[in-house]
């Protein structure tokens, strides 16, 4: 089975941050979720590099559009490299392969008659890229509504997508299938602006040098979201009108500030185009310090290079992925992120892996017990595998690492109860074998949320790293050979000074 997931594509204006991490990381762990269960995962991200604001970025820099951007995506993939982000392919909207793209779905949906020729008079945000309906600006005090900056006034000929036309069908194709938005609560938001009644879209500005250029008689530059959304299909190598076998997303991520791009004109456009729909897309809500939005001039933008310096990069994947339910907005606080760090990966899961090995080299001589597991214990598992996939499935990977937490505690428990220190060397044998066998398929169960620490467990249980990436999620892997010797061990996390 197959799995194709994407994030957005970053606009690469300003340094990664906080934002651009959360979704990235939380792609990748789903990517990794879906390989360790057997699928064929095809995971895209990338840089979207085209627009007025890229421009002036640049020019700001006093470098050329071109540099400017060369420069910034290795900025993005540095970070991704630095956060161990498992993609199968980086999209510059700059490349040859994506201007190909948008200039064949131009072309096609001109030839539909899906896109037509018009003049453009209204507002526009520069920060936003987004055209303003006249409608919802005070003349008087023309700001964007969004984001409350300053618009521009523009009348130009401009090629317009029929959107409206398509305003039936997007309402009744989500009436049957609602569970393409996530999180389901964000449905009404989608279906009302729907019923509002739609207008067709501006997709061409005359004026911007930085963009993909129109495949009409005059030239244009192509609106920048129309070319950045249409990314996900250059991502699976659209070409002749058929995507490859990814086709269609299975889950794409956003934030819940660009769901009405992917709910609406993505959608139409795909329609438009004759081309199944996602199966889920996916808002998630933002971070904010206290309860303000991070933004530069506030001063309060959180630096992601900085926490992954002093925490690791498993403690800011963890802390992200587990503090806040997928979905909803995340204050981060540092108190927040410590404790966090030292209650659940320091004290339950660090400790747990410590004090087993521990007991394991002065008792068994580094030894590792196997063979025998309770009944109970072995529920416990079964549940606890269900569970997660269940919760993965539905993109909720706060509840996801609580069901693995609840495990990490069974076995805490059944140390502190069996005493294997003091118990007669059979008993202490029997527990430490239950507690080798819930490490290492814990390790398993974790690994899409912290890989290196996986991988530090699999060398402490001896267990090859390339063998562990062959291995199916199940309970073989409980199963340690009879013998093995404890392999090297590392600490895994170690406790933050308040
Ligand atoms: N380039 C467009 C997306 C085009 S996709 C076809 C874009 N880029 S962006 O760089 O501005 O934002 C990318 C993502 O970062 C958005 O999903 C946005 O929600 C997310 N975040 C930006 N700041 C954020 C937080 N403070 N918290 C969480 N995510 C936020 O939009």
């Known amino acids: 089975m197959k799995f194709y997931v994407t994030t957005p594509i970053y606009y690469i204006n300003d340094q990664p941050h906080i934002g651009h991490c959360y979704t990235t990381i939380a792609a990748d762990c789903l990517s990794r979720y879906h390989r360790i269960t057997g699928k064929d995962v095809f995971f895209l991200t990338g840089t979207d590099e085209h627009g007025e604001k890229i421009a002036q970025a640049a020019e700001k820099k006093g470098m050329t ?15 991704w490299e630095k956060l161990g982000i498992s993609y199968s392919r980086f999209i510059r909207t700059t490349e040859v392969q994506h201007q190909n793209t948008v200039r064949q779905v131009f072309k ?20 936003c890229e987004f055209f303003i309906p006249k409608t919802k600006i005070d003349p008087s005090k023309p700001v964007c509504p969004d984001c409350g900056r300053e618009v521009k006034i523009l009348k130009e000929k401009s090629y317009f997508f029929r959107l409206s036309k398509y305003e039936k069908s997007l309402l009744s194709y989500l009436e049957k299938k609602p569970e393409m938005i996530q999180p389901p609560f964000r449905l009404e938001e989608v279906t009302n602006f729907i ?34 959304l249409l990314n996900y299909l250059t991502g699976v190598d659209y070409a002749d009108g058929k995507p490859n076998k990814y086709w269609p997303p299975d889950v794409q991520l956003i934030g819940k500030d660009i769901l009405r791009f992917h709910s609406i004109i993505w959608p139409a456009i795909l329609m438009a185009l004759g081309l199944e729909l996602p199966e889920k ?14 933004s530069k001039s506030k001063g309060n933008v959180i630096n992601p290079v900085e926490l992954i310096d002093r925490f690791g990069v498993d403690g800011f994947r963890y802390f992200l992925l587990r503090e806040v339910p997928f979905g909803l907005d995340g204050e981060y606080s540092e108190e927040k992120f410590i404790k966090r760090y030292n209650s659940d990966l320091a004290n339950d899961l660090g400790n747990l892996v410590n004090r087993t090995i521990n007991l394991v080299e002065k008792l068994f001589n580094g030894i590792l017990p196997s063979g025998f597991i309770s009944s109970d214990i072995e529920t416990a598992i079964d549940s606890t595998i269900k569970n997660v996939d269940h919760y993965m499935t539905n993109v909720s990977f706060s509840e996801a690492l609580t069901e693995i937490w609840k495990l990490v505690g069974e076995f805490n428990k059944l140390l502190d109860k069996e005493k294997p220190w ?56 409980m199963k ?18 308040i």
């Not at 239950?434 to 001896?462: D, H």
């Open 195 to 228: 019923s509002q009644g739609l207008t067709d879209l501006s997709i061409t500005r005359q004026h911007t040098v930085w963009g993909i250029e129109s495949p009409t008689e005059e030239k244009y530059s192509i609106y920048v979201w129309f070319d950045a």
């Open 108 to 127: 096609k949906l001109m030839e539909n008659g899906d896109i037509y020729q018009g003049e453009y008079a209204g507002y526009y945000c520069i920060p």
């Open 65 to 79: 559009v071109q540099q400017f951007s060369d420069q910034m995506s290795e900025i993005f993939k540095k970070m």
């Open 422 to 477: 003091t118990a007669p060397i059979d008993s202490a044998k029997n527990t430490l074998s239950q507690c080798i066998a819930g490490i290492s398929i814990i390790s398993f169960l974790v690994y899409p949320f912290i890989p290196e620490t996986s991988k530090k467990i699999w060398k402490i249980l001896n267990i090859e790293e390339s063998v562990a990436n062959k291995i199916i999620l199940n309970k073989d892997v």
């Open 281 to 294: 897309i996916f808002a998630h809500g933002w971070w904010t310090v206290g309860s303000e939005k991070m």
């Open 480 to 497: 340690i050979p009879e013998g093995t010797k404890a392999g090297k061990r590392e600490i895994l996390f170690t406790r933050i000074k």
